[in-house]
C-alpha cells in the first residue's frame, strides 16, 4: 500500500489515496500505522476518495481506529497533497468531509480554509470530583469544549481525558485549555481518540469562535493561536471563519501488512 506522510504544525498523518490504492482501512490496520514505535506514527490516517460535489473527499481515521467529522490541519494536509498531484487545480476548490465541503485555497506555503460557522451550543457546567469546570460547548461539524482562564500543559494533560470521556459528552469530545496572553491565545487541546497533540485546527477555530461570543477577544477580527507545534491565524468571526496555516510532505513509503 503506497501513502504518504503529511504534518500541519506537528499535528501529523498518514495520507492513504484511494485513487492509488484499493486496500480497505480497518480499525486494526489504522491502528497498526499509526503506532509510533511500531508503525509509520501518526494522530491518524487521512483516507482521500473521489467524490461527485468536489475535488475529492476527506474521511478522517482517528489514531485509535475510530472515525472523526472532521480535522482542520488534516484538511490543509490533504489540500497540500491534492495540488502537488494537480498542479492545475484552480485557485479556491472544495474538499467533502464529514462536516460538509469546504473551501480551501493555497497562499505560498499556507493553506487557507473557510470553516463555515460554528455551531454555538452553550455553556457547560461540570462537576469533576472537587472542581466545576465551566467552559463553552460548540461544533464544527465535530465536538468542542473550550475552557478559557489560566492553564498550563499539566491542566490539559489531568483534565483532558477526564473531559473527553465525560458523561455530558456521549460522543466523545474536543477539550481547549485557551489563555490570553497579550495579542495572542495560548492554547492547548486534547483531542478525541488522540490524546494531547501538537496543533488542532478545528479547535484554534472554536477556541476563536468562542473568544469573540464571549468577549475574551474584543474588537479583533483576527487572532494568533499559538499551540505547541506553532502558530495559526483564525479570522472573520463565528459565522464566517477562516482558518489560515502551514502544511508539508514529510516522506512518502509504502506499507506491506505483516
Given at each position: 500500500m503506497r501513502f504518504d506522510k503529511y504534518q500541519g504544525l506537528g499535528n501529523d498523518f498518514v495520507l492513504v489515496d484511494r485513487l492509488r490504492t484499493d486496500v480497505v482501512l480497518t480499525?486494526?490496520?489504522?491502528?497498526?500505522?499509526?503506532?509510533?514505535?511500531?508503525g509509520v506514527g501518526a494522530d491518524g490516517v487521512l483516507e482521500i476518495r473521489t467524490s461527485q460535489t468536489a475535488v475529492a473527499e476527506m474521511v478522517v481515521h482517528n489514531a485509535d481506529g475510530s472515525l472523526a467529522e472532521m480535522c482542520g490541519n488534516g484538511l490543509r494536509c490533504v489540500?497540500?497533497?491534492?495540488?502537488?498531484?494537480?498542479?492545475?487545480?484552480?485557485?479556491r476548490y472544495l474538499i467533502a468531509t464529514g462536516a460538509g465541503p469546504l473551501s480551501v485555497h493555497h497562499r505560498d506555503a499556507a493553506v487557507a480554509v473557510d470553516m463555515g460557522a460554528v455551531h454555538d451550543q452553550g455553556m457547560v457546567e461540570i462537576s469533576l470530583q472537587n472542581e466545576v469546570i465551566r467552559g463553552h460547548a460548540v461544533s464544527l461539524g465535530n465536538p468542542h469544549y473550550v475552557l478559557y482562564g489560566?492553564?498550563?500543559?499539566?491542566?490539559?494533560?489531568?483534565?483532558?481525558?477526564?473531559?473527553?470521556?465525560?458523561?455530558?459528552f456521549p460522543e466523545g469530545v474536543n477539550v481547549s485549555f485557551a489563555t490570553v496572553r497579550d495579542e495572542a491565545v495560548e492554547l492547548f487541546v486534547w483531542e478525541r481518540a488522540c490524546g494531547l497533540t501538537l496543533a488542532c485546527g478545528t479547535g484554534a477555530c472554536a477556541t476563536a469562535a468562542v473568544?469573540?461570543?464571549?468577549?475574551?477577544?474584543?474588537?479583533?477580527s483576527q487572532v494568533s493561536i499559538n499551540l505547541p507545534g506553532g502558530r495559526l491565524m483564525i479570522s472573520g468571526?463565528?459565522?464566517?471563519?477562516?482558518?489560515?496555516?502551514?502544511a508539508e510532505a514529510v516522506f512518502e513509503g509504502e506499507w506491506t501488512t505483516p
Open positions: 480499525p486494526g490496520l489504522v491502528r497498526q500505522l499509526c503506532d509510533r514505535r511500531l489540500a497540500r497533497y491534492l495540488a502537488s498531484r494537480d498542479p492545475g487545480l484552480p485557485p489560566r492553564w498550563r500543559r499539566a491542566d490539559a494533560e489531568r483534565l483532558g481525558p477526564l473531559l473527553e470521556r465525560h458523561s455530558r473568544g469573540w461570543l464571549d468577549g475574551h477577544l474584543k474588537d479583533r468571526g463565528p459565522n464566517a471563519l477562516t482558518m489560515l496555516g502551514p
